[in-house]
């Protein structure tokens, strides 16, 4: 896999646009971006991936650099149900998931 | 999403015995599972690949003979813990991966207690 880098920690206001960096510098060319998240105690959800274009669906919004090196995910109206661990992946083969740390999302009141 | 279910959802079992872990692809066909497993407070660790109709593909350090593993058909994985012990408890999670969408789809996940 690419190695992906995250912030720890973010927080984000309710009702507002959440945005969560990615960085993936060692990306090659046919590797996807997947982005998955972890709501305790549960299995990981799917939210979105993409190669090299922008994409949006009816949970989140992916912004890829023109270079690939990053990436941003969205979530347009953050709800408290957003609340989770946010997973950004590069898998080699775009097989096997390697999960780091991800970035845990507060959202706020 | 495409759904993925696994059961059962928690047991508590016996130091000693064996527990057997279903996945099931509900609304499409799987040529690959995954098995993960996650400890409290870390993320989660690919144990094994598991492909249709072959033996499954253990990762470094876990023990192919302790963790069973059986994807008899395109929509279902079995993970056998054998001879299971307290060091074995762990939030065990299956994925399916949908070929058509190159999207892999996890299940919610086995809580496992060995006492």
């Known amino acids: 896999d690419a190695k992906t880098t995250q912030p720890p920690s973010m927080d984000c206001a309710e009702g507002r646009a959440a945005n969560l960096p990615c960085n993936h510098s060692t990306i090659s060319g046919n590797e996807y971006v997947y982005w998955y998240r972890q709501i305790h105690s549960q299995g990981p959800q799917y939210i979105i991936h993409g190669l090299k274009n922008n994409e949006t669906n009816e949970m989140a919004s992916l912004i890829i650099t023109e270079d690939r090196k990053s990436s941003t995910l969205i979530l347009p109206h953050a709800t408290l149900r957003d609340t989770a661990v946010y997973y950004c992946?590069?898998?080699?083969?775009?097989?096997?998931?390697?999960f780091g740390t991800g970035t845990r999302l507060t959202i706020i009141p | 999403g495409a759904v993925v279910s696994q059961h059962p959802s928690w047991v508590i079992c016996k130091s000693g015995t064996s527990v057997k872990i279903e996945c099931r692809s509900l609304d499409f066909q799987a040529t690959t599972m995954f098995w993960y497993r996650q400890f409290p407070k870390q993320s989660l660790m690919l144990m094994a690949t598991s492909n249709e109709g072959s033996k499954a593909t253990y990762e470094q350090g876990v023990e192919k003979d302790k963790f069973l593993i059986n994807h008899a058909s395109l929509t279902l994985s079995t993970l056998t813990v054998t001879s299971a012990h307290p060091e074995d408890s762990s939030f065990y999670i299956c994925?399916?991966?949908?070929?058509?969408?190159?999207?892999?789809?996890f299940g919610p996940g086995t809580r496992l207690l060995v006492l």
């Open positions: 994925s399916a991966r949908d070929p058509q969408q190159e999207t892999q789809y």
């Open positions: 992946i590069a898998p080699f083969g775009n097989e096997k998931l390697t």
